[in-house]
Nanobody
Framework: QVQLVESGGGLVQPGGSLRLSCAAS????????MGWYRQAPGKERDLVAA???????NYADSVKGRFTISRDMAKNTVYLQMNSLKPEDTAVYYC????????????WGQGTQVTVSS
């Protein structure tokens, strides 16, 4: 089993920054990919960024150049640094883990609210 706990969300003004953290526990050795999803009210849950154990990253076009995903293997933690935040970034952000040998994100955190507003 894998457990994920997000933190770092909150209220920030447009142009500001936040850093989200996701601490993983359990069968950490089985994780192949970590990702961040977000879901705004009335919208689908969409992938924001992902990082593999090898360090390969992918970003949604809407956040390229503003968000950075990173992973600290020693701390079993993945981060999402969010800069130049826009009101459109307002959503619940979820951490997700994809295990080796699977093609879906198997485990999810509880979500953390990010609100970008003046």
């Amino acid at each position: 089993q894998v457990q994920l706990v997000e933190s770092g969300g909150g209220l920030v003004q447009p142009g500001g920054s936040l850093r989200l953290s996701c601490a993983a526990s359990g069968s950490i050795f089985r994780i192949n990919t970590m990702g961040w999803y977000r879901q705004a009210p009335g919208k689908e849950r969409d992938l924001v960024a992902a990082i593999t154990n090898g360090g390969s990253t992918n970003y949604a076009d809407s956040v390229k150049g503003r968000f950075t995903i990173s992973r600290d293997m020693a701390k079993n933690t993945v981060y999402l640094q969010m800069n130049s935040l826009k009101p459109e970034d307002t959503a619940v952000y979820y951490c997700a883990a994809r295990l080796s040998g699977t093609d879906v994100y198997n485990y999810w955190g509880q979500g953390t609210q990010v609100t970008v507003s003046s």
